[in-house]
């Protein structure tokens, strides 16, 4: 349940999965694609084990699901929107801006948000009703017109419930692979998306790889991890506490706890233990502490290489100088400092958003925020006055690459 870890070889297995389902998923795709919203019915009978008579969740449905859910909840999603909304406004860029470089030359970015993105919400073992939020505030701060959500059936009211106070346009019931499909591709029913954003299981992660070419993903997101770095002052009880809020999301869920202190290593292993007995989804968190367990490093520059190696969707760091050690960490998707940043925190209230690359990922991809439901194009404002300063510099190039056209396009205007 809790040992030390080859790192080289624990951050190899996070990724292989995908390549083994890339078989299967690929046949669903090309089903969703040859039969539309025949291929969504059959495959959620197959999958889900549910005869679907319809696929999109109405209006009456949406305000149904209020009278199921719990008004402190409600009360609690509200809050929730506020606080990611606000952080987000912070994320918005000007939609124009313009600098004069040089008399004549002005250069400056348009930005301009998508017109319609799709949101993947995981259903199944639990309801993810922070996902909801996390997924489509961002979209609605940035301006998107449309946002549609597919998750799979039954929908939980609570997840209803959290889209609905997002301001989601459209509910689809449909999950795994299939979903991913006819958000990309279009149905009868679910008309295509510019981009699809959200986590999912092995299947939903490579169906999004797969489908890149049909529309925008924002990265790949599995099953969730974390990785603490800790030194002898951290407090192993709140160690453990953070591991086992990892582990209980997936069976799939790995957790690593990099070190400078053996001893600490070994106190969070018995506090592990110790509260997995008693945790209300601890077969789920046995599975999951099966790959996880501790890395412990000879000083802490070793371990602030080593995240950075694992590049983890969540970093935690409890060490004696947190804000000294986070200015040197360059690879991971979302950063808690100090032993009071429960990971929790950043799942649910905080603001920031929880929808993270995992598997290594972190070290290529950031995690969602508003800039990723935006497209910006440069703009260049020049005068024949600019065009004077620049004139040479482009025609000589532009010759010296056998582009005489494009020379030729500054040349008679600096003839005219």
Known sequence: MWQALDIETWIA??????DRVKGPVSEI?????????????????????????????????????????????IESLSEAEVRISRFHELQRGRDLWLQEME???????????LSRVGAYIPGG?????????????????AGVREICCCTPPPVNPITLVALDIAGVDEIYRV??????????????????????????????????MLLRDEAEIDFPAGPSEIAILADSTANPTFIAADILAQAEHDPNAACVLVTTDAALAGAVGAEVKRMA?????????????DHSGYIVTADIDEAVATVDGIAPEHLSIQVADPLAVLTRVRSAGSIFVGPYAAVACGDYASGTNHVLPTAGYAGLYSGLDVNHFCRRATVQVITREGLEAIGDVVETIADAEGLHAHAESVRVRRKG
Not at 125 to 141: D, E, G, H, Q
Not at 277 to 289: C, E, F, P, V, Y
């Open 175 to 208: 999950g795994g692979a299939q979903a991913i499909a006819a958000m990309a591709l279009g149905t009868e029913t679910v008309p295509r998306v510019e981009k699809i954003v959200g986590p999912g299981n092995v299947y939903v992660t490579a169906a999004k």
């Open 13 to 18: 297995g996070r990724r292989s999965d995908i």
């Open 277 to 289: 007995a008693g945790a209300a989804r601890r077969d789920i968190i046995a599975q999951a502490l």
């Open 29 to 73: 795709i090309g089903r969703v694609r040859a039969e539309g919203d025949a291929a969504l019915i059959d495959l959620t009978k197959k999958f889900d084990k549910i005869d679907l008579s319809g696929l999109a969740v109405s209006d009456e449905e949406r305000e149904a699901a209020y009278d199921q859910v719990d008004a402190q909840l």
């Open 103 to 113: 008399p004549g030359i002005t250069l400056g970015v348009r930005t301009t948000p």
């Open 125 to 141: 073992r639990a309801a993810y009703p922070s996902t909801a939020l996390m997924c489509t505030i961002p979209a609605k701060v």
